[in-house]
């Protein structure tokens, strides 16, 4: 039986060892940085695996020592501790090693730094803004904003199985497009909390603090698309604003600049028009869905006290004028955001309608966009 035992044993071993060997050398375990998709992004990957090799060169001289005086000299084969108090020479040798190792790494590290915060001579700027939940991006040399939201279908998907759905929570409705070989100046800024706006494959991460101004830039040499999301704990939703950046070549841009224009002059046109009812309620269900269902859900039933429901609620069923001024200006004090700077005026109308008229509500009037220009 024993030898029995010793077989079988041996063979799991095999077994064992041999699948090891089986598994591929270069597997990713996402524990390390990534190399990233812009020339600064592969120079932090570098300093950051040089900083990592000398560290572990110095833990393997360090630790290997101790060890090995652990073992060779041990009290059980009769080793007996010197006495003495000082030396001078290895005391400065073991100043001296350290500092130039510091040196070393942090002339390279520093120079990284300071190239990220050199923004001159950019071939745009867009402003980013962190809201609750979501980002908007201003083309300051373009006249070009919008809102980038987490996409419907990936919020739906949070009731499915996260390993069955590519690119899980970090889909958005709107991507950021820049055009490929361009330096792109980013500023930075939050209209409530601190958020963080991170891309790993731009090299670097910067915050969107309340009151305050940051910048980076990125300049993207090939067509990709790039994921990120907000690295900051921002509330409720923090783990629902994730950020696409798609880089096209410069025609692609160009074209999908235009677009974005004509939806623009398209949206100022369409506030200069009378709606229906019906109208208003079909674009207003969408608009809920993607900035209201976060606080007061897709029922209209809240989540008291933070977020009240609107269901029955006095604002919903209230004059129209008191619906509106909420909406638009929001609540100081509360978690009721002003959305009179993030929605135009025919959505504000259509989502007030929408309001008004679900959830059981059945007021049965609506707003028209006019109402909303008179109410800014």
């Known amino acids: ?170 889909e958005v409705d709107e991507p950021l497009v820049v055009p490929i070989n361009t330096k792109v100046r980013f500023v930075f800024t939050s209209n409530d909390v601190i958020h963080s706006w991170w891309v790993p494959a731009l090299g670097w991460k910067q915050d969107a603090v309340p009151g305050f101004i940051n910048d980076a830039w990125t300049n993207i040499p090939r067509p990709g698309v790039y994921r990120g999301q907000c690295a900051e704990l921002c509330g409720k939703d923090h783990g629902f604003m994730p950020i696409v950046v798609e880089a096209k070549t410069r025609e692609d841009y160009e074209a999908w600049l235009t677009t974005k224009k004509a939806e623009a002059d398209a949206a100022k046109s369409g506030a200069d028009r009378e709606w229906s009812k019906d109208e208003l309620v079909e674009r207003g269900k969408a608009v809920y869905g993607t900035y209201c269902v976060a606080c007061h859900q897709a029922n209209g039933q809240g989540i008291p006290p933070a977020f009240p429901a609107l269901a029955g609620s006095a604002i919903a069923t209230g004059p129209i004028e008191s619906h509106i001024d909420r909406v638009v200006h929001g609540k100081p004090g509360t978690a009721m955001q002003a959305f009179g700077a993030q929605l135009n005026d025919v959505d504000l109308a259509a989502v007030i309608t929408y309001e008004r008229n679900a959830f059981g509500n059945d007021k049965d009037d609506f707003v028209q966009p006019k109402q909303i220009k008179a109410a800014r």
């Open 1 to 170: 039986m024993g030898q029995q035992h010793q077989a079988v044993l041996h063979g799991g071993l095999g077994l064992l060892l041999a699948g090891l060997l089986a598994q591929p050398v270069h597997a990713e375990y996402g524990m390390n940085l990534v190399r990233g998709a812009t020339d600064y992004s592969h120079r932090v990957f570098d300093v950051h695996m040089v900083a990592l090799w000398v560290c572990v060169a110095i833990g393997v001289v360090v630790f290997g020592a101790m060890f090995y005086s652990l073992f060779a000299f041990r009290k059980s084969r009769g080793a007996v501790a010197s006495n003495f108090h000082e030396n001078t020479t290895v005391e400065v040798i073991w100043t001296i090693i350290p500092f130039i190792i510091l040196i070393g790494m942090a002339i390279p590290a520093t120079r990284t730094l300071i190239d990220l915060e050199d923004t001159s001579e950019s071939g745009m700027t867009i402003k980013v803004t962190g809201y609750q939940w979501r980002w908007q991006y201003d083309y300051l040399d373009q006249g070009v904003s919008f809102f980038s939201n987490l996409a419907a279908t990936s919020r739906d998907a949070t009731k499915g199985d996260p390993k069955s759905i590519e690119h899980y929570l970090l």
